[in-house]
């Protein structure tokens, strides 16, 4: 499995733009990247997917580069309630395979 | 919509006991996870069910065991509980699509357990 690095924490003020980056310099040709948000005491919660280029959807942006190394979560216009850990994981999709969970980014925001 | 469904959601038990969790899944979902997060830790795999056949295990310990039953909701059983299995245990389910559809697993609201 590619193993994932991403920084231990971060912190924002509510309103900005968050970019989470992520290196998997081992991602192998079938991998896609998969980010998860966990709140304390709560299951993990998916946010977004993406196997190469740029993924959007109603709550975050996957931009991946060509040689897929790496790949930037970015939470527009974050809010109080966007604190939480994040955790970019990296696997084959489509199959009954387990999630591995690295060391996620605790995200501070505050106001 | 429905979600994974826990329980119990809380159970204190005491050393060398026993204890069994239960995880329904989201209906029509034909895969179940097992994951353990212990304090201040990141969540760990444990065993995954796929169609009531077990599909994958993780650092299970030997004192656990798991199965998925015919309405597809499974159960993790836990004996000669120790201190160190105090934790936060999730139930995961997903539905296996083909290749390059959007693949998620759905996280229930997870059991505490504590032992004493």
């Known amino acids: 499995l590619a193993k994932t690095t991403q920084p231990i924490s971060m912190d924002s003020y509510e309103g900005q733009e968050v970019n989470i980056t992520c290196s998997h310099n081992?991602?192998?040709?079938?991998?896609?990247i998969t980010w998860y948000q966990q709140f304390p005491s709560q299951g993990p919660r998916f946010i977004i997917q993406?196997?190469?280029t740029k993924v959007t959807n109603e709550v975050a942006s996957l931009f991946i580069p060509a040689d897929r190394k790496s790949s930037t979560l970015s939470l527009p216009r974050v809010s109080l309630s966007d604190t939480a850990v994040y955790y970019c994981?990296?696997?084959?999709?489509?199959?009954?395979?387990?999630?591995?969970f690295g060391t996620g980014t605790r995200l501070q925001v505050t106001l | 919509a429905a979600g994974v469904i826990q329980s119990p959601r809380h159970l204190i038990k005491e050393k060398r006991e026993t204890a069994t969790l239960k995880c329904y899944p989201i209906?029509?979902?034909?895969?179940v996870y097992w994951y353990q997060q212990g304090p201040g830790q990141d969540p760990q795999f444990l065993i995954s069910?796929?169609?009531?056949?077990?599909?994958d295990k993780g650092s299970i310990p030997d004192r656990f065991s798991a199965q998925q039953f015919s309405d597809y909701h499974s159960e993790l059983n836990m004996s000669s509980l120790e201190l160190g299995d105090s934790a936060l245990y999730f139930c995961?389910?997903?539905?296996?699509?083909?290749?390059?559809?959007?693949?998620?697993?759905?996280f229930g609201p997870g059991t505490r357990l504590t032992v004493l």
């Open positions: 069910f796929y169609e009531k056949m077990q599909s």
């Open positions: 995961a389910s997903s539905l296996t699509d083909g290749a390059g559809e959007i693949y998620e697993q759905f």
């Open positions: 994981l990296v696997g084959e999709a489509g199959t009954a395979s387990k999630l591995t």
């Open positions: 081992n991602i192998a040709t079938n991998d896609y």
């Open positions: 209906p029509r979902h034909d895969t």
């Open positions: 993406g196997y190469k």
